[in-house]
């Protein structure tokens, strides 16, 4: 058979065949408004077939078609930050995906002014920081996201469905998962669609590296300056909208319209980048150690600080931003600082306690980003921007 039959078989023609019609045109899934005029006519022998114009745009179409699902696959590939655009980051071997927005790099001012209402004096001296591009997650990682690595559940797809692991699938497979939790960490608040919560800042480290490793990708939680700047996106305000606390419920859920549980992600308005529920909703875990003088060190220092990072070093005093459904106004805002303490595992019942969950801690998830630069092992490492083998002993 030629390779023009073959060519037509695929795409839902029939071949000639003596005393049978040239054409008869199948629907074909995103082709058939191009079948309908379309002609295949015979050749010298039964069986070879003539591509007329009509088919030759048929081929023309199908490959605009494959064209256009590359370009889309290949909007999160850019060399410099004039190539950045949105994406969509679909998780391999499921049917899972998710959005990120790009944030340009620039320079801010980190921190509240004395004046700002339900300021804590940990939120100066503001100082000058510089932050490099990089994109990151439209909304907060949500459960649909966060299992696939809890649970496996990539996994167990491919079981079930008897596929051979990929390359990617192979190193994933290796990265640490956490033990199962004892309970229902979503406590009857919501799962699909609903923010992941309750996971240590080890436990969401340790996602975004297999997250890294799943997708070729690298994926990582943001610093405290990198949050604070994709917050504001060029505002100076308490909030991103302005210094007007009474109109924070178009923007978030937190204790005055959240009827005391989280919600879907993505149902407030966003940030003039694109990110939603910035303020509110969930907590976000950040890189940094809480430390009470950080600000104070950094004003001393040549103005504007590069992509400040306060190394973590201890478990607890790390840090989480931008408020909760279940706290105020005022924890929600762009320079609002808070960090974990040991009452956020108080209720769990093990010994020793778990290293993954934080039991009491409905309130906080994460979402990620991925910097345009990315970093060599050796500056990974120094930063602690990946989980540590030392991060896995038991508390």
Same mark, same amino acid.
């Given at each position: 058979m030629s390779k023009l039959v073959s060519f037509a078989q695929k795409r839902g023609l029939t071949p000639y065949r003596k005393g049978k019609p040239a054409l008869q045109p199948q629907r074909v899934r995103g082709l058939s408004p191009f079948l309908g005029k379309a002609k295949l006519v015979p050749g010298v022998r039964p069986g070879q077939v003539r591509l007329v114009s009509t088919a030759i745009a048929i081929a023309l179409c199908a490959s605009a078609v494959q064209l256009s699902a590359a370009d889309r696959a290949d909007k999160g590939t850019a060399r410099s930050e004039k190539e950045m655009q949105r994406y969509t980051q679909q998780i391999a071997g499921t049917d899972v995906e998710f959005d990120l927005v790009p944030i340009p790099g620039g320079q801010f001012v980190m921190g509240s002014p004395p004046t700002e209402k339900g300021r804590k004096p940990d939120e100066g001296p503001q100082h000058a920081v510089k932050i490099e591009a990089f994109w990151m997650g439209k909304c907060e990682v949500t459960w649909d996201e966060y299992d696939l690595w809890t649970y496996g559940l990539d996994i167990q797809r491919r079981k079930l469905t008897r596929a051979k692991p990929g390359p990617r699938d192979v190193v994933a497979?290796?990265?640490?998962?956490?033990?199962?939790?004892?309970?229902?960490?979503?406590? %009857?608040? $919501?799962?699909? $669609?609903?923010?992941?919560?309750?996971?240590?800042?080890?436990?969401?480290?340790?996602?975004?590296? /297999?997250?890294? !490793?799943?997708?070729?990708?690298?994926?990582?939680?943001?610093?405290?300056? !990198? /949050? !604070?700047?994709?917050?504001?996106? #060029?505002?100076?305000?308490?909030?991103?909208?302005? %210094?007007?606390?009474?109109?924070? #419920? !178009?923007?978030? /859920?937190? %204790?005055?319209?959240?009827?005391?549980?989280?919600h879907k992600v993505g149902k407030k308005k966003p940030n003039p980048w694109g990110l939603y529920d910035i303020h509110g909703n969930v907590a976000e875990w950040v890189l940094d150690q809480y430390r009470p003088d950080f600000y104070a060190e950094l004003a001393k220092k040549p103005q504007p600080v590069l992509e400040p990072l306060a190394v973590p070093t201890k478990v607890y005093g790390r840090i989480v931003r931008g408020g909760s459904w279940d706290e105020d106004a005022a924890k929600a805002r762009c320079a609002a600082r808070e960090f974990s303490i040991p009452d956020w595992k108080i209720q769990d019942p093990q010994i020793p306690q778990s290293i993954w969950y934080l039991t009491d801690a409905r309130f906080v998830g994460f979402r990620v980003i991925r910097p345009l630069r990315v970093p060599d092992q050796a500056e990974r490492d120094r930063l602690n921007l990946e989980p540590a083998p030392k991060d896995l002993i038991k508390e």
């Open positions: 497979d290796a990265v640490t998962r956490p033990t199962k939790p004892y309970t229902d960490m979503t406590f %009857d608040m $919501g799962h699909d $669609g609903f923010p992941a919560i309750c996971m240590t800042q080890l436990a969401a480290k340790m996602y975004c590296k /297999w997250l890294s !490793e799943k997708t070729g990708r690298f994926y990582r939680l943001p610093t405290e300056a !990198e /949050w !604070e700047y994709a917050c504001r996106a #060029g505002s100076k305000t308490a909030y991103f909208f302005g %210094d007007d606390a009474s109109k924070l #419920g !178009e923007y978030a /859920w937190y %204790d005055k319209n959240s009827s005391e549980h989280y």
